[in-house]
């Protein structure tokens, strides 16, 4: 007890730990922040609201489906509903560039594209969106990844990317 | 070491026990379904061959996992440690007990509550119940009650604790009973976001009160709650390992300075950051998206300081018993006490929990896993090891100091630990990958008709660490129920290992023990952090969603 001076005894090593974690927590901010403004890894930003009740009326989701808007280039409009996606098929060419537009008639669900950064949550009232290329042909499964009711196993529909 | 001690009254320990009887009593049902949602995946489907009998569907099973171990088992638990650590760190009985017995019986009463609805098949909505899933209102009653228990036994401890402050000016708080305090005041702000979204949207809409929801507000109040809600399970983990384990493992504790910084950081950053969970949601912008995720990294720094501190007084420990070398202390450390084991190994598995959690608070790397299997493999090394191996290690010393009864079958308590250890290295590694290859989380995957050949293996792997799993607990069960029904009785009270500090906590920093600064810096932090973004979903809300019940089946 000969030295009751008030301090915060950082130990040496423990200085050096606590730099260390900083200087790597840096790092890897910067490089997220690198991957998505200079590599466009983007997370859905707010698009448009809808209301959940009157899709018919929408003049997007009226009737959901590919719609080409340039060469290789499409709009996905897409509804998600327990326990189907409508349209659950749709066909493009390899080398096309798909911007997905997905929406909720009733409850929650997901919208993963399988093997692509496409992951996004639907939400009734919302409308997600996010753009892929698809460079290889094959079958890409987009599949529900939220509970949405007794047979959301089954909710799922795909992408048939043509050579 | 006698001078340190204070006796608690029989009635004490009695209130104390009756908080870990209701959580181990839920662990043992909720852990039930875990293995069989494992064994499910592996294409072992017991659902529609056995458990038929007694329950209505997979997801009914899963509300009860859900809502069972990781609001009950742990709230629960909690509630009676922390009521522990109050009253034997400051020394001194709670000043209203009835106020504290009145916020008990409010979470019996919730509990029973909510129970009964989910065992009719009335709201399978899981343990985030998202609207405009609609669960019966007394599902969503019975968790408000448990949620308002809990505080009542918060405003319990703040007024022990104010009554103390008056008798001890000058003394720097018992760490115990600081950090307890600390992890009651961070869940208090945390489940503003539930209150709001229970008391305001689910429980009018759910008796009729109210026409529709705006889904999307209801997540971004849920996920107020919903991220901090991990670390009110994750402090008192903590606490034990900054403060129980040095002592149990015969060393002190590195620093108190900085256990007490990293305390009040988690009260700081542990709120402000629930947008990290809404990356891939189309109604928040990119741009808050990212400001969470900035705050999300920064709570990995308090967690880093305790990595440091942990493993410091552990070395303490192993060289006070002979350890020498640069790693030869780790060996002499007590592996054989199943509580030390048990914290120890918790303390392993959640190393790579943390690193998955930095993976998934990554802002665009979310993208590969949100929604996958890889979250709930990544929450059973956190919540499911970190947190509920700790909570099961601290009940080994805890039990026979509130009965007097030694712990029965020690070895079992050993084998049911590396158990534990065992089957999660296998089910959690499993889940991760076949997350990261796609497969969605909540989902019955034996009756996905996407499956690609190359999951087999991974899936069969989750059933079998679920089986080990499945043993694990219920010879954690058993321990408890022998060590309480035991005949055998020992001579004296065993002393609840509390750990010394290397240094004395006086001459920790006296602003490290003033409540103000740190309770205006979260404020300020969580209206930059939400203040906007709430501000604008709340005045552009579409309330268009009605409920939908009808899609529970069974």
């Known amino acids: 007890m000969a030295n009751q001076r008030e301090s915060m005894h950082i130990d040496p090593y423990e200085r050096t730990w606590i730099l260390v974690s900083i200087l790597m927590l840096i790092v890897f901010f910067g490089a997220i922040t ?73 409850v929650q669900h997901g919208f993963k594209l399988q093997n692509t950064n496409v992951n996004m949550q639907i939400v009734p009232g919302q409308v997600s969106s996010l753009m892929v290329k698809f460079d290889e042909p094959g079958e890409y499964d987009f599949i529900c990844t939220e509970y949405c009711g007794i047979a959301h196993a089954t909710m799922y529909g795909k992408v048939i990317v043509t050579p | 070491m006698s001078a340190n001690t204070y006796q608690l009254t029989a009635k004490e320990k009695r209130f104390i026990g009756w908080h870990f009887i209701f959580a181990v009593a839920a662990l043992a049902i909720g852990s ?150 600390i992890t009651m005041v961070m869940w208090q702000i945390a489940t503003l976001g539930a209150a709001a979204e229970l008391l305001v949207d689910l429980i009018p809409w759910s008796l009729g009160l109210r026409a529709g929801l705006d889904p999307q507000l209801d997540r971004t109040y849920f996920w107020w709650t919903g991220h901090p809600l991990v670390y009110f399970w994750l402090l008192p983990a903590y606490m034990s390992w900054y403060a129980f384990l040095p002592r149990q493992a015969g060393g002190k504790l590195f620093s108190d300075s900085l256990a007490r910084f990293s305390f009040w950081l988690f009260l700081l950053l542990s709120v402000p950051v629930g947008f990290h969970h809404q990356y891939v949601d189309p109604g928040v912008p990119e741009g808050w998206k990212m400001v969470h995720s900035l705050l999300t990294y920064s709570v990995f720094f ?39 084991l048990a914290q120890l190994l918790a303390g392993i598995l959640f190393f790579f929990g943390g690193i998955g959690g930095l993976v998934n608070a990554s802002y665009n790397i979310n993208l590969v896993t949100h929604n996958t299997a890889w979250v709930p493999g990544h929450f059973h090394l956190t919540v499911g090891t970190g947190v509920t191996l700790t909570f099961m290690g601290i009940l080994y010393w805890m039990v026979p100091y509130l009965t007097k009864r030694p712990l029965w079958c020690k070895k079992c308590a050993v084998v049911q630990v590396w158990l534990w250890f065992i089957g999660m290295i296998i089910f959690s590694n499993a889940m991760h990958v076949v997350g990261l290859l796609g497969a969605p989380r909540r989902t019955p995957l034996g009756a996905a008709p996407y499956i690609p050949e190359e999951w087999a293996g991974h899936l069969l792997r989750v059933g079998i660490g679920g089986v080990i799993l499945l043993f694990a607990v219920y010879l954690f069960v058993a321990v408890m129920i022998g060590s309480v029904l035991t005949k055998k009785k020992l001579s004296e009270e065993p002393e609840p290992p509390v750990a010394d500090s290397l240094l004395d906590p006086q001459t920790t920093p006296r602003w490290l023990d003033r409540w103000v600064p740190w309770l205006v810096g979260a404020a300020i932090l969580l209206i930059i952090a939400y203040g906007p973004q709430l501000v604008y979903q709340i005045s552009t809300a579409q309330f268009t969603s009605p409920p939908f019940d009808q899609i529970f089946g069974g």
């Open chain 1, 34 to 106: 690198v991957a998505g403004l200079s590599f466009g890894v983007r997370v859905p930003d707010p698009v448009a609201r809808v209301n959940p009740n009157k899709l018919e009326e929408s003049i997007t989701f009226a009737e959901p489906g590919l719609k080409e808007v340039a060469p290789k280039r499409y709009e996905a409009y897409i509804v998600a509903q327990t326990w189907t996606f409508n349209p659950a098929e749709i066909t493009v060419p390899a080398g096309s560039i798909v911007k997905f537009y997905v929406t909720s008639r009733d």
């Open chain 2, 32 to 181: 039930l379904f875990g293995p069989f949602q494992a064994m499910e995946h592996a294409g072992w489907n017991f659902y529609d061959k056995f458990l038929n009998h007694f329950f209505h569907s997979y997801y009914e099973g899963l509300t009860l996992h859900g809502v069972l171990n990781a609001l009950i088992w742990t709230t629960f638990f909690i509630t009676g440690f922390l009521t522990f650590t109050m009253i034997y760190g400051l020394k001194r009985p709670l000043r209203y007990p009835k106020l504290n017995a009145l916020g008990w019986w409010m979470m019996v009463v919730g509990l029973v509550t909510a129970a009964v609805p989910i065992l009719r098949n009335q709201a399978s909505v899981l343990y985030t119940f998202y609207p405009p899933m609609k669960a019966h209102p007394a599902f969503y009653i019975g968790v408000t009650l448990v949620v308002v228990g809990s505080w009542i036994e918060g405003y319990g401890f703040y007024l022990t604790y104010y009554q103390w402050r008056k008798e001890n000016p000058n003394t720097r708080t018992p760490l115990i009973s600081f950090m307890a305090l």
């Open chain 2, 302 to 340: 308090p967690s880093m300081i305790t990595a440091f501190t942990v493993v410091a007084s552990l070395e303490n420990a192993g060289r006070n018993r002979g350890g020498k070398g640069l790693l030869g202390w780790l060996a002499k450390l007590p592996w054989n006490d199943p509580s030390v």
